[in-house]
């Protein structure tokens, strides 16, 4: 599976954007997706998770942020609402067997920027 990011981008406190991650493969339905970011100097953490068990979201972005996924187009979509600047970072989406932990991930997006100014 390859995995396309896109959608960053810079926004003021309060904005929104939409990011998208377009999978390549016919077997795109049967894997886990994942949305995880990383900050300068950071580690990278969980943004959410959707299995067919349900959809999971890091306390952090719960309510505000909105997983959704198109197996028709081989697309997860994460929409994010009410942004931070604390929500700055690259992001990721992945592709496995995993739920929170990116180690669980077999495939990898190449990360799309966003940049959250106050």
């Known amino acids: 599976v390859q995995l396309q990011a896109s959608g960053g981008g810079s926004v003021q406190a309060g904005g929104s954007l939409r990011l998208s991650c377009a999978a390549s493969?016919?077997?795109?339905?049967?894997?886990?997706m994942g949305w995880f970011r990383q900050a300068p100097g950071k580690e990278r953490e969980f943004v959410a998770a959707?299995?067919?068990?349900?959809?999971s979201y890091a306390d952090s972005v719960q309510g505000r942020f909105t997983f959704s996924r198109d197996n028709a187009q081989n697309t997860v979509n994460l929409q994010m609402n009410s942004l931070q600047p604390e929500d700055t970072a690259v992001y990721y989406c992945?592709?496995?067997?995993?739920?929170?932990?990116?180690?669980?991930?077999?495939?990898w997006g190449q990360g799309t920027q966003v940049t959250v100014s106050s």
């Open positions: 992945a592709a496995g067997s995993g739920s929170t932990r990116a180690t669980e991930y077999e495939y």
């Open positions: 959707m299995r067919r068990s349900g959809t």
């Open positions: 493969g016919r077997t795109f339905s049967m894997y886990n």
